[in-house]
């Protein structure tokens, strides 16, 4: 079955570092898009980034742009999220999720991590 | 990108109908058909309930519907029941090629 396990989650003072991974397994992991996805403490979602199978196309949201990087490494079926200058409102949880196979034209997100907490406060 | 709006809140009796809707522009919601709505229960993570407006996953109760007109997509719930009672969001890819969630509607079964 299809599993996202995302790590690296914890508490970092504002303009810190922090890497998140997201270990994939049950599926063809280097045929699917995949997305970070990320929750507010009693907010909504926020899509926050999206990086292609190959890793060769990557979008990010304007709220991270510049200071994210998203990365893959399709040996390790792992998926990565290098965040720098974190800020106090990039506290949330992230979660993981899976998007579309390359060949498919979907654009929903069918299976999410169950997340990991990123904390930014002093 | 603004997110798509939501209500805040909406309740029902178990056995009733209700309906959600998610209110977006002619850049997301009402430029093509790729608007997909989560249910998420407290402390965990969304799951997938309907998605290209209308269509559900295998395994998601029938009781789940969607639909769109222009830049407004609707859920709705059918025969609430307790375990329904949890938080729902829509989102819609968008004409930057990026997503877009609303602000969540949290649902009552009363």
């Known amino acids: 079955q299809v599993q996202l396990v995302e790590s690296g989650g914890g508490l970092v003072k504002p303009g810190g570092s922090l890497r998140l991974s997201c270990a994939a397994s049950?599926?063809?992991?280097?045929?699917?898009?995949m997305s970070w996805i990320r929750q507010a403490p009693g907010k909504g979602l926020e899509w926050i980034s999206y990086?292609?199978?190959?890793?060769?196309?990557?979008y990010y949201a304007d709220s991270v742009k510049g200071r994210f990087t998203v990365s893959r490494d399709n040996a390790k079926k792992s998926l990565y999220l290098q965040m720098n200058s974190l800020r106090a409102e990039d506290t949330a949880v992230y979660y993981c999720?899976?998007?579309?196979?390359?060949?498919?034209?979907?654009?929903?997100?069918?299976?999410w991590g169950q997340g990991t907490l990123v904390t930014v406060s002093s | 990108q603004s997110a798509l709006t939501q209500p805040a809140s909406v309740s029902g009796s178990p056995g009733q109908s209700i309906t959600i809707s998610c209110t977006g522009t002619?850049?997301?919601?009402?430029?093509?058909?790729?608007v997909s709505w989560y249910q998420q229960h407290p402390g965990k993570a969304p799951k997938l309930m309907i998605y290209?407006?209308?269509n559900r996953p295998s395994g998601v109760s029938n009781r789940f519907s969607a639909s769109k007109s222009g830049n407004t997509a609707s859920l709705i719930i059918s025969g609430l029941q307790a375990e329904d009672e949890a938080d729902y969001y829509c989102?819609?890819?968008?004409?930057?090629?990026?997503?877009?969630f609303g602000g969540g509607t949290k649902l009552t079964v009363l």
């Open positions: 999720a899976r998007g579309r196979a390359f060949w498919s034209a979907n654009y929903y997100f069918d299976y």
């Open positions: 049950g599926f063809t992991f280097s045929d699917y898009y």
């Open positions: 990086i292609s199978n190959s890793g060769n196309t990557i």
């Open positions: 002619s850049s997301d919601v009402g430029g093509h058909n790729y």
């Open positions: 290209d407006v209308s």
């Open positions: 989102s819609s890819y968008t004409s930057s090629s990026t997503w877009v």
